[in-house]
């Protein structure tokens, strides 16, 4: 049978399409057990509300799949690799740059590509180096884009990464992640990527959901055990909380949303963290934590003679979880406990006492964080010391000039 030619033009063009528009298999070797957070600075990477990747929040995890690699070095620990960094979620997605050979592109997460030779595409290109002798889990990475060799000391990447911002914003994020074309770098740029190495046995969970913080107030942490004999104080904590009455040592209440995990606003109450106020000035994304666990169980049952606990300084989480930085703040009477809790939605209680004087009063022989300072202890109210040695008070009251 005789076909007509345009119809035969047309078939063989739309043949031609559909090979090219197939995409090329990889001969590249992906680990969905060697996944985790990546950082920048030490900030994880998040994809922001427009699709681009972002330096801070809720942090995506990844893994690295290893196109073409060689070992150096001492017992050969030394790995140079190119590959690609997918997300561990969803593994058809690759770490691809917006644009190439300029400065200022952006990143996102898009289908991965592969040319004819099974090699990744060039905005989906990384290289990066593991010094494999177990003093460190991750590997430095850097945007390999159109350089073909593998990056060392005497060969340079030709971009370099960066955030968007030099500042974090209060809620911790730097911005987008940036690459900059740098063709002639004669030595390897500082801060750029660090990617996870350890491979475990069980694939990447799903990420966590994000915590959204709405507010946040600034005020002052006063301290009130006037009925217990022993500690007489009434007045503020400094920023170390410990009782100081003439500090000027201000804090952050920042309200937020612990649904996801079963902890709901309700009634006076509200869920949120205590942060430093010097992080209004200096751009850090702290928080302070509990020392320790709390102690107890899953029923929300206290141990027996459980320690009293200080707190700490550490980053501040991005997602919605079980932490020990959690707050539980009364605005009837501005009171606030942090919050321990299993798996029960309904927490348990905390209580305040100096911290020498409930090692002496309850006679727990414990470590003392701070012999100056305040803490908070897991009780169950049945608990006789609580009548004996009555808890303090701790308010957090806003700042009406700030």
Not at 217 to 237: A, D
């Amino acid at each position: 049978m005789a076909f007509p030619k345009a119809l035969l033009l047309s078939t063989l063009l739309a043949s031609a399409a559909l090979v090219n528009a197939a995409p090329f298999p990889s001969t590249c070797d992906l680990d969905l057990h060697r996944w985790g957070e990546i950082t920048l600075a030490g900030t994880p990477l998040s994809l922001g509300e427009d699709g681009k990747i972002v330096v801070g929040g809720n942090p995506v995890y990844f893994a690295s799949a290893v196109c073409s690699s060689q070992h150096l070095g001492y017992k050969g620990l030394t790995e140079q690799s190119k590959g690609y960094l997918v997300n561990a979620n969803e593994p058809s997605q690759c770490l691809t740059v917006s644009n190439l050979d300029q400065s200022g592109a952006t990143f996102s997460l898009e289908d991965c590509r592969f040319n004819g030779a099974g090699d990744v595409w060039s905005s989906q290109s990384f290289a990066w180096i593991f010094e494999n002798t177990g003093a460190s889990n991750g590997a430095d990475a850097y945007f390999n884009g159109e350089n073909y060799n593998v990056v060392n000391a005497s060969s340079p990447p030709i971009y370099t990464l960066r955030t968007q911002n030099t500042k974090p914003s209060f809620d911790g994020k730097l911005g987008e992640l940036i690459a900059d074309y740098t063709p002639s770098l004669a030595s390897l740029p500082s801060g750029q990527l660090k990617i996870p190495m350890t491979s475990v046995p069980v694939t990447a969970p799903a990420t966590p959901p994000t915590l959204n913080c709405s507010e946040f107030t600034i005020g002052k942490v006063n301290f009130n055990n006037e009925t217990s004999s022993s500690n007489q104080y009434k007045g503020p904590l400094n920023s170390r909380w410990e009782a100081q009455s003439d500090t000027s040592d201000q804090f952050v209440f920042e309200q937020c949303d612990y649904s996801p995990i079963g902890l709901k606003a309700a009634d006076d109450y509200v869920y949120g963290r205590m942060r430093p106020g010097s992080n209004l000035a200096n751009g850090a994304f702290e928080c302070y934590y509990i020392t320790e666990d709390f102690g107890g169980d899953e029923s929300n049952k206290p141990d027996n003679n459980p320690w009293i606990n200080g707190f700490e300084i550490q980053q501040c989480s991005y997602s919605a979880k079980k932490s020990l930085d959690i707050v539980r703040y009364n605005k009837s009477d501005d009171t606030f406990d942090y919050v321990p809790f299993g798996n029960a939605s309904t927490p348990g209680r905390m209580y305040w006492y100096a911290q020498s004087e409930y090692d002496r009063e309850y006679d727990v022989k414990q470590y003392v964080w701070d012999g100056q300072g305040v803490g908070q202890v897991y009780l169950s109210p049945e608990n006789a010391n609580l009548t004996r040695y009555p808890p303090a008070k701790v308010t957090f009251k806003a700042d009406p000039a700030a």
